[in-house]
T-cell receptor, first 111, second 110 residues
């Protein structure tokens, strides 16, 4: 069974640009979580999608947004990129009240 | 908000010894806890979980202990191997929300 996949692996943008990150959950999982992992910091919760709806968001500005598609895959968009947005962005999927399974992450670098 | 902390940011152990990684959590309502392992350049990998109605759970070479009285969680790795070198996170779950600590970096000395 395929795990959580994310694309692209690496993404380099300049300040002010927009970035789009993608995530495909494990087949059958309806919940997708997005996290930001900056260097030396723990995982910071960004967004949670379930059944196509945004269910909760973390303490991030509105320029961090996303959506979940009917096939439960998800997209994270970051507008007006800032240097401090450089981080590893992790996606995790979950089935009901079970553990989260993480993807390999997208390394976003903002120059 | 919740906070999940790790007592030691780094831990070095000799190959073959046992490792113990500790974690404190703050929300007494958290009812589900997970340990993850993250190797360099990879996403976190599930190791073992425990629900709040249990005190101990064992897996292959790993044991998780939960002390709800002092809100403390620990991960024990038996016969630590070089492949165990990684950053270990604990996570607490309240409802549909997960909270992670910064992690403990485990280095296994051959």
């Amino acid at each position: 069974e395929a795990g959580v996949t994310q694309s692209p692996t690496h993404l380099i943008k300049t300040r002010g640009q927009q970035a789009t990150l993608r995530c495909s959950p494990i087949s059958g999982h309806t919940s997708v979580y997005w996290y930001q992992q900056a260097l030396g910091l723990g995982l910071q919760f960004l967004l949670w999608y379930d059944e196509g709806e945004e269910r909760n968001r973390g303490n991030f500005p509105p320029r961090f947004s996303g959506r979940q598609f009917p096939n439960y895959s998800s997209e994270l968009n970051v507008n007006a990129l800032e240097l401090e947005d450089s981080a590893l962005y992790l996606c995790a999927s979950r089935l009901y009240y079970r553990e989260q399974f993480f993807g390999p992450g997208t390394r976003l670098t903002v120059l | 908000g919740e906070s999940v902390g790790l007592h030691l940011p780094t831990l070095s152990v000799q190959e073959g010894d046992n490792s113990i990684i500790n974690c404190a959590y703050s929300n007494s309502a958290s009812d589900y806890f997970i340990w993850y392992k993250q190797e360099s350049g990879k996403g976190p990998q599930f190791i073992i979980d425990i629900r709040s109605n249990m005190d101990k759970r064992q897996g292959q070479r790993v044991t998780v202990l939960l002390n709800k009285t002092v809100k403390h969680l620990s991960l024990q790795i038996a016969a630590t191997q070089p492949g165990d070198s990684a950053v270990y996170f604990c996570a607490e779950n309240t409802g549909n929300q997960f909270y992670f600590g910064t992690g403990t970096s485990l280095t296994v000395i051959p």
